[in-house]
């Protein structure tokens, strides 16, 4: 219903990934020697909007001790918005790690900083869903009904990790709580 054309359904995925070749080894789990989980958005900054930080608010707030670690932000006047955005949900700045945008090399090393990485809502990850999991870090995505919303459940699928799909936001809460509580 959402497209002109006729739409073509490929079997497994869209996508086809070649990781870095000199990609860092994958780190043991941040939360070890942090003592608190970290979660992470490392996608492109003008993906988030008000629904993901919205979501990831009620994540901050059922894991006490949390953090998040936002990559990309451009300017200062956007990581003002963004702590703003989390604060009107009760999440102390202390808790968002804001990250520049980043060469690829330093992206690498960021995603040895997470523990569980969060999917966008209306524009999944691509490149940054492969590369996270590639580097041992699970991804949760929410399934959308719309292609740019459906990026990560591709992946997922892909990679045989359909328990990271979510189907609704009370979903995406249940299993991001649950895996940071394993």
């Known amino acids: 219903?959402?497209?002109s054309e006729k739409l073509l359904r490929l079997p497994h995925s869209i996508w086809c990934y070649r990781p870095?070749?000199?990609a860092p080894p994958i780190t043991s789990l941040p939360a070890l020697s942090n003592g608190y989980i970290t979660f992470g958005s490392l996608n492109t900054f003008f993906k988030l909007e008000k629904n993901s930080i919205?979501?990831?608010a009620k994540i901050l707030c059922a894991v006490p001790?949390?953090?998040l670690i936002v990559a990309g932000i451009p300017a200062a006047s956007a990581l003002s918005r963004l702590i703003e955005s989390f604060r009107a949900h009760g999440i102390?700045?202390?808790r968002i790690i804001p990250m520049a945008q980043l060469q690829l090399h330093d992206f690498y090393r960021a995603i040895s900083r997470v523990d569980i990485a969060l999917d966008p809502l209306k524009f999944n990850g691509g490149t940054s869903t492969c590369d996270t999991l590639w580097m041992g870090v699970p991804?949760?995505?929410l399934a959308g009904k719309r292609f740019l919303e459906r990026a990560g459940q591709s992946i997922l699928n892909a990679a045989g990790?359909?328990?990271f799909v979510a189907h609704?936001?009370?979903q995406y809460v249940e299993i991001a709580t649950t895996l940071a509580n394993r």
């Open 1 to 3: 219903d959402y497209y």
């Open 20 to 22: 870095l070749r000199d």
């Open 54 to 56: 919205d979501l990831w």
């Open 65 to 67: 001790e949390s953090k």
């Open 92 to 94: 102390d700045s202390n």
């Open 139 to 141: 991804v949760i995505s």
């Open 161 to 163: 990790l359909t328990e």
């Open 168 to 170: 609704s936001h009370e």
